[in-house]
C-alpha cells in the first residue's frame, strides 16, 4: 500500500508555562478523538522543554485557543498539533534562554520563576500551516488468514500480519493502536456494515445496531500482529516520524482477498467457474449467495 499524506489548512496550539511549578499546559485546534492527539502533544512539549512528562497537561480543546483550525482528519492531525506545540515551546525557551544564561546551572522551576520575575511572556501560541511539513508516502503491507464457514456464511480471521512504515515513531504503544483500531475499522467496511435504503422512500432501513453491523470483540484476528518498520527516518516528516491512521484501514482489504480464495475453493468443488462480485461490504448473506449452494446442501442425512 502507498498511501499520500497531504497538507491542508492551518491547525493552532497554544502552550503555557506555570510560574508557580513550572507545569506546563497545552490547548490545541485537534479533537482528541481516541488517536492519541494529546498524549504526543504532552510528549512532545516534555521533550521539547526537557522537563517530565509528568509536568504537562493538555486542556480539552476550544474555539478561543483552536481559533480558525482546520478539521481533524486525514491522518495528519496529531502531526500538525505536535508541529505548532514543538514551535510554541522553542519560543518560550527563546523568551527564557538569556534568564538561563545568567543563572549557574540553575533548575527549569529556578528559570521559569525568574523569568516570570523579569516580566517575561510564558504564554505562546502558534499554528501549523500549509507548507511548513512536506508531503509524503507511508507504505505498508497485510496478510490476512480467514476462516470460512461455507454454509452459514460465517466467518473468523485467525491471522492478520500488518507492517506499516512509520519513520521514528513519535510513540510506538499509540501507533501501534492506530494501526489495529484502523485495521478492525476497515473490516467493518470490507465485511459487516452494511447500508439497505426502502427502494420506494429511501429510508435508510439498517439505521440501529440490530441490523448495521459495527465490528466486535470476536472479530478482531485471533493472531493480530503488527510490526513498525523504523528503520527508515523520514526526513520530510515531523521529527522523522510517519502519521499512522487511516493506513490502516486501506490495509484490511486484505481480508476480502482471503474471503475471495475461501469461495473459490467452494465454488470449485460445486463445479461453478463463473466470475462473481464481492463488493464493500460482503456480508454473510452476500458469502451465502457466492459460495455456490444447491437446495440440497441443506439437507440432513439422517
Not at 5 to 34: K, M, N
Not at 196 to 209: A, I, K, S, W
Amino acid at each position: 500500500m502507498r498511501f499520500p499524506i497531504i497538507y491542508f489548512g492551518q491547525i493552532s496550539a497554544a502552550v503555557a508555562i506555570y510560574h508557580y511549578d513550572g507545569t506546563v499546559l497545552i490547548s490545541h485546534g485537534g479533537v482528541e478523538i481516541g488517536q492519541g492527539i494529546n498524549t504526543k502533544a504532552a510528549q512532545v512539549a516534555a521533550y521539547t522543554l526537557g522537563i517530565p512528562l509528568d509536568m504537562v497537561a493538555v486542556k480539552a480543546s476550544n474555539t478561543f485557543d483552536g481559533a480558525n483550525s482546520i478539521c481533524t482528519g486525514a491522518s495528519v492531525t496529531s502531526e500538525t498539533v505536535c508541529f505548532a506545540v514543538r514551535k510554541a515551546c522553542n519560543q518560550l525557551l527563546s523568551r527564557m534562554k538569556p534568564v538561563r544564561e545568567k543563572l549557574d546551572s540553575p533548575t527549569w522551576l529556578e528559570v521559569v520563576q525568574k523569568s516570570h520575575e523579569e516580566n517575561i511572556n510564558l504564554f505562546s501560541r502558534q499554528i501549523h500551516k500549509l507548507g511548513d511539513l512536506e508531503e509524503y508516502n507511508v507504505w505498508g503491507l497485510a496478510c490476512t488468514e480467514m476462516e470460512v464457514d461455507i454454509l452459514t456464511g460465517k466467518w473468523q480471521i485467525t491471522r492478520a500480519d500488518v507492517w506499516e512504515d512509520t519513520g521514528e515513531s513519535l510513540s510506538q504503544l499509540i501507533d501501534v493502536g492506530q494501526v489495529e483500531g484502523g485495521f478492525v475499522q476497515g473490516l467493518g467496511y470490507w465485511l459487516t456494515e452494511k447500508l439497505v435504503y426502502d427502494r420506494q422512500t429511501g429510508e435508510l432501513m439498517t439505521f440501529n445496531t440490530w441490523e448495521y453491523k459495527v465490528p466486535g470483540a470476536k472479530d478482531i484476528p485471533i493472531d493480530f500482529r503488527i510490526k513498525l518498520i523504523q528503520e527508515r527516518p523520514n526526513p520530510h516528516g515531523f521529527l522523522r516520524s510517519k502519521t499512522t491512521g487511516e493506513m490502516g484501514i486501506c490495509m484490511s482489504i486484505s481480508s476480502v482477498f482471503a474471503l475471495r480464495h475461501a469461495l473459490n475453493s467452494a465454488r470449485k468443488d460445486a463445479g461453478i467457474n463463473e466470475w462473481y462480485e464481492l463488493g464493500a461490504p460482503t456480508t454473510i448473506e452476500d458469502i451465502v449467495l457466492a459460495a455456490g449452494h444447491s437446495a440440497k446442501d441443506f439437507k440432513l442425512n439422517v
